[in-house]
């Protein structure tokens, strides 16, 4: 069974920093493109940043300049690095991965748990 464990978040002052990580876990062949959603509260799910097996990212407007997205292929495993948090960063955050579980199937989109990122002073 594959699963994305997600950890790092919690409760910041604005202007601080925070650290998400995300592990694939399980049985699986590959992984490929990851990345980072988030839902804040009466608000649609939007994209954060993602990242290509290949390190290629793409950000949104919002968050460029202050977050940063990387990866590391031998641990299955995306960041989400946050500085300068604002108020209205605040969400929870899901990684998404899309992973391939055979080498013969297509890939599926896999999503974690999500966490808590609240920014408050």
């Known amino acids: 069974q594959v699963q994305l464990v997600e950890s790092g978040g919690g409760l910041v002052q604005p202007g601080e920093s925070l650290r998400l990580s995300c592990a694939a876990s399980?049985?699986?062949?590959?992984?490929?493109?990851m990345g980072w959603y988030r839902r804040a509260p009466g608000k649609e799910r939007e994209l954060v940043a993602f990242i290509t097996s290949g390190g290629n990212t793409n950000y949104a407007d919002s968050v460029k300049g202050r977050f940063t997205i990387s990866r590391d292929n031998a641990k299955n495993t995306v960041y989400l690095q946050m500085n300068s948090l604002k108020p209205e960063d605040t969400a929870v955050y899901y990684c998404?991965?899309?992973?391939?579980?055979?080498?013969?199937?297509?890939?599926?989109?896999?999503w974690g748990q999500g966490t808590q990122v609240t920014v408050s002073s």
């Open positions: 998404n991965a899309q992973i391939w579980v055979r080498t013969w199937t297509s890939p599926s989109a896999y």
């Open positions: 399980g049985n699986f062949h590959d992984v490929g493109n």
